[in-house]
């Protein structure tokens, strides 16, 4: 993530990837875990502290939102300072409480926990701490957790157990994030965890750090109601060291409800960043020497209808920056791609030509059940049309969620057969994966393991194919890529990896004429 610091450990970027550590031979309880002793609440239901104490042994304010740390505009829609200014506060308000401790930041999850990961990474600094990639040896372990299917709930239990093992019985073992939100406090009081951070309040987790470094430990239960705001939380990156792409996060939470996902229950109501402080954090980060930037959220396409804006509106003003190369969009809805919104990354001159349109099924009895609001004709006529507004060589990456409840051999078929006419490239495939709490937990059909493991087999070949196919029509054209940190590779504007022999600057554009595809990545040679 950074180059100038040895930042947050992180996933994959999605709760897909391999275990980080080796799985642990069973949870320890009890104070054999390092169980905390329970906070008494101080000034409300959700304002649990931990030991009654504050920083530095003074008497401890209750972490409110809008208070400390940080501060609520007069809207009262934004917690936290914006960038420099909250920087600035650490330095003029604060003493390095963390001055030369180690902080192990491990990241699992989507892209809004990986910019969520870099604020912390960057907060934590400000105080002092010394983040390393590894947990062995540390005085605190912070984890940003995930909870979109039952193995990212169970790579989160894993996650605490080794972070617990690693700093040990003073150490501090703080999580954040989706998994934290929903876990049950003696659930994570018996895996070992210190300070449990809800969503929208992860600013407060690093001075719940500092305060029970210097106090002692205890349980600290820092979480919110979130089935009513529409607050943004302010998480500015520092953008330290950044040479290639930054994820900024500009829109939280999901008002849609699809009949599987848990996430508008974890992350809360959509709302969005104020437009000017997107501005100013990417002109941090153009100074930075960051040349692309990925805007990121939970439901990305609904930017700006809490607040009167758009996505559209915040395409157009990005790109007209001095010195930001490239615009990337992360996963957006196919029902979000308005007819504003095309003009804008039509005529935008630095967005990158790839969109990631979640699929999910191309069975309309699937579709209905998931509550996804559209059918596969829909999600085809979209693919057409964005084609038709931003060119031919779009690259179209998609979600597909196979053995969905009532899913049987012919709605799978569909699902491949909408795959192919709407030219998906990469392809993302997810087994369903029940939710408690969710609708689709309790219905009936469920598809058997083997059968699920087949189809899910089957959509990972198809999706290998389409993408080697659609990556083959780029040979023997000259690309632009950005060169990435330390490697001789880069992405293309259509988010393809490419590679070349010889050395790069990072950060830097280069021109590429490529030779060859293997497996959807370009090879071939420097102009």
């Known amino acids: 993530m950074r180059s100038g610091r040895r930042g947050p450990s992180e996933g994959r970027g999605d709760e897909r990837g391999p275990p ?65 200014a909250r920087s600035a506060r650490v330095s003029a308000n604060r ?12 990241v699992l999850g989507c892209r809004s926990n990986l910019c969520e990961g870099d604020f912390l990474a960057g907060d934590l600094e400000a105080r002092g701490a010394h983040v ?31 972070a617990r093992r690693a700093v040990g019985e003073r150490g501090i073992v703080a999580v954040c994030g989706c998994w934290a939100q929903g876990v049950g406090a003696d659930e994570a009081q018996d895996l070992g965890v210190d300070v449990l951070v809800g969503n929208r309040r992860k600013a407060e987790l690093t001075e719940a750090v500092e305060s029970m470094l210097q106090n002692g430990r205890s349980f600290c239960d820092l979480r919110s109601d979130l089935a009513r705001g529409r607050e943004w939380e302010e998480l500015p990156a520092s953008g330290q060291g950044l040479h290639t792409r930054a994820f900024l996060k500009v829109q939280e939470g999901c008002d849609h409800f699809c009949s599987y996902c848990i996430i508008p229950f974890l992350r809360g109501r959509s709302t969005s960043r104020p437009v000017e402080h997107t501005m100013d954090e990417v002109r941090r980060l153009l100074d930075a020497g960051c040349s692309e ?64 349109l979640p699929l999910q099924s191309g069975d309309d009895a699937v ?54 006419r709407a030219g998906i490239g990469r392809a993302h495939v997810f087994p369903f994966s029940p939710r408690r709490g969710t609708p689709a937990a309790a219905f009936g059909g469920r598809v058997d393991a083997s059968a699920l493991s087949d189809r899910a087999g089957e959509a990972i070949e198809l999706g290998e194919a389409l993408l080697s196919a ?14 990435e940190d330390g490697r001789r590779r880069g992405y293309t504007p259509h988010f393809l990896q490419a590679a070349w022999p010889g050395e790069a600057v990072p950060g830097r554009l280069l021109e590429v004429r490529i030779e060859s595809e293997a497996g959807g990545e370009l090879r071939g040679c420097l102009v």
């Open 20 to 84: 980080d550590g080796q799985h642990p031979s069973g949870a320890q309880h009890g104070a054999s875990a390092g169980r905390a002793p329970r906070a008494q609440a101080r000034g409300g239901g959700d304002l649990l502290r931990h030991d009654g104490r504050g920083a530095r042994g003074l008497p401890a304010r209750p972490l409110r939102r809008g208070a400390e740390p940080g501060a609520r505009a007069a809207s009262g829609r934004l917690v936290g300072l914006p960038g420099a």
């Open 132 to 162: 390393v990639r590894e947990a062995k040896g540390c005085s605190a372990a912070v984890i940003v957790s995930c909870s979109v299917t039952a193995e990212a709930d169970r790579k989160c239990r894993q996650a605490v157990r080794r």
């Open 95 to 106: 003493t390095l409480g963390l001055r030369g401790l180690p902080v192990w930041i491990h």
């Open 367 to 420: 579709l209905g059940r998931m509550r996804r609001g559209y059918t596969a004709s829909d999600f085809i006529q979209v693919c057409d049309r964005v084609r038709e507004r931003l060119g031919p060589d779009l690259h179209i990456s998609s979600d597909i969620l196979v053995g969905f409840p009532g899913e049987d051999s012919a709605a799978f078929a569909n699902t491949l057969r909408v795959m192919r």
């Open 470 to 483: 659609y990556a083959r029509r780029f040979v023997g054209r000259i690309l632009p890529v950005l060169a």
């Open 293 to 356: 930037v990925v805007l990121t959220g939970i439901h990305l396409g609904m930017y700006g209808r809490d607040t009167g804006s758009s996505l559209a509106a915040l395409v157009r003003a990005l790109s007209g920056l001095t010195g930001l190369a490239r615009l990337r969009l992360g996963s957006i809805e196919p029902f979000t791609l308005d007819s504003p919104l095309l003009d804008a990354l039509a005529e935008s001159p630095i967005f990158c030509p790839h969109l990631h």
